[in-house]
């Protein structure tokens, strides 16, 4: 669900809300699994949810789940809970998945093209709109419907479709030099699955996914530190 937290980051800066005060970061994160789930139920014929129901599904308690969505809008009566389409409409809007979001991937490579042609960016909020790398070797394949350009062009697609959105997937060496590039031609949010920690203004949102470092994170944790690595 990591993925998710970048349509809530492009909320931060995009979707209008109902109060002034923004809202903490954990509730923003818990917004895209409140609006999955809740789209899973409605496909599945469902009308209304509880919030207790509704935060168990998430893993949370249901005053938690009341209290998030609270902070937009007054959604829910008491006795009946909440009407489902309703609620899923309002965050679609709190979150700006009610609209098209054109994306440009940084990175032809084999994590590049399993991104590009995998089902994510079917029926969602997001179109997978330009692909570009460095390596010039790289430029004219084709992945899917889009032929691969040179990192270089990238500045001048971005302007010229108002593009927001990167993805960086590629060797972390030249991370840096490409969101610069990004940044200064208009993009705002950027998923990046480099190695590379993007030094970036404050106006600009980064969801940084690197899955060895996640698993590191969790192996940590394996056994409250009991699990001795094996000998070699």
């Not at 902070?71 to 609209?99: K, M, P, T, W």
């Not at 031609?185 to 949102?205: M, W």
Request: aromatic share 6%; hydrophobic share 45%.
């Amino acid at each position: 669900m990591r993925e998710l937290s970048i349509v809530a980051d492009i909320a931060l800066n995009h979707a209008p809300r109902r109060r002034r005060a923004p809202a903490p970061e954990p509730i923003i994160q818990r917004l895209p699994l409140y609006l999955s789930c809740l789209q899973e139920l409605l496909a599945a014929g469902k009308t209304h949810i509880s919030s207790d129901d509704l935060g168990a599904r998430v893993g949370i308690c249901g005053a938690l789940a009341r209290s998030d969505l609270s902070h937009f809008g007054a959604f829910g009566v008491r006795g009946l809970g909440y009407e489902i389409d309703c609620l899923v409409s309002a965050l679609e809007q709190v979150l700006g998945v009610n609209r098209k979001w054109d994306v440009v991937l940084v990175g032809a490579g084999e994590l590049g093209c399993a991104l590009a042609l995998s089902a994510w960016f079917q029926d969602s909020a997001f179109r997978l709109s330009a692909i570009f790398d460095c390596d010039p070797r790289q430029t004219g394949r084709q992945v899917g419907d889009l032929t691969v350009a040179l990192t270089s062009d990238a500045p001048g697609w971005v302007r010229e479709h108002d593009v927001k959105v990167a993805i960086l997937a590629f060797c972390s060496c030249d991370a840096q030099a490409v969101a610069d590039l990004l940044i200064g031609a208009g993009i705002r949010i950027i998923l990046n699955y480099t190695s590379r920690v993007l030094q970036v203004p404050p106006e600009v949102r980064v969801t940084q996914f690197n899955p060895v470092a996640a698993l590191q994170e969790m192996v940590c944790h394996l056994g409250n530190g009991s699990t001795q690595p094996s000998a070699r």
